[in-house]
């Protein structure tokens, strides 16, 4: 009976979804990331003026939001950063992906740029790393410079053609507690002055505790938006 009412709960869900088609599929050498092209021929991507997520069908009654990061409204096909680093039903999902696939989804929360021009400083792990390329595609360099610094595990490898397009991002080398610590000292050799917008994105645990330092700093005197992706 159990089965039966999951079956029926998963194909009322699925009416509710469009269709997208994978398009092609990249996976960064010596790191787990997977870049995953999308054809979403329903979306108008020329209305996207926010960090859209897609809620995406993982498995029966699994669903994991992720962020395009780039976007064409003239072929209607966004990529999206996927890393698998760590368990569970999306990462087990990503790695089995092929062009050719059919990606169910939906709509799910999205964040706004800011609301006022200055610079915006960006933390990040693994996990939002596309978040922020989504929120650099949205906003105007000359407007809103940006630093992004993004916590990877040790022997992570990021590609130096992406290194080379986005020098707004600094990777420090670290997890857990030790990763928090390198990021604090990274902020705390910076003027927190100077920023009018503060993101952090990823690990719930890690976006708590540096919106929790950050907010205790007396020279932070823009917002604060956490989004907190996993636990």
């Known amino acids: 009976m159990v089965d039966i009412l999951k079956k029926a709960a998963s194909g009322l869900m699925e009416r509710m979804l469009s ?3 994978v398009v092609a599929v990249r996976t960064w050498p010596h790191a787990d990331m997977h870049e995953i092209d999308l054809y979403l021929p329903d979306i108008d991507m020329d209305s996207w003026d926010t960090i859209k997520r ?9 669903y994991r939001d992720y962020t ?19 368990a569970g039903a999306g990462s087990r999902w990503v790695r ?5 696939d059919q990606v169910l989804f939906g709509p799910a929360h999205a964040a706004s740029p800011p609301s006022q021009t200055g610079p915006i400083l960006c933390f990040a792990d693994a996990s939002a790393i596309g978040h922020f390329l989504a929120l650099k595609q949205l906003t105007d360099r000359s407007e809103h410079p940006m630093d992004v610094v993004v916590m990877i595990p040790d022997g992570y490898g990021i590609p130096e053609i992406f290194k080379e397009e986005n020098p707004e991002f600094h990777f420090i080398n670290g997890i857990g507690q030790a ?7 990274w902020f705390l ?13 990823g690990n719930v645990s890690m976006t708590k505790t540096l919106k929790t330092k950050l907010k205790a700093s007396p020279n932070v005197h823009a917002r604060i938006k956490g989004y907190g992706f996993w636990s």
């Open 179 to 185: 990763g928090l610590n390198m990021m604090e000292q």
């Open 54 to 62: 897609l809620k995406c069908k993982v498995g029966t009654l699994e």
């Open 96 to 100: 089995t992906l092929k062009p050719g």
């Open 68 to 86: 395009p990061v780039l976007w064409n409204s003239e072929t209607n096909v966004c990529t999206m950063l996927i890393d698998s680093g760590h």
């Open 19 to 21: 269709s997208a088609l």
């Open 189 to 201: 050799s910076k003027d927190l002055r100077d920023y009018n917008s503060i993101y952090i994105a």
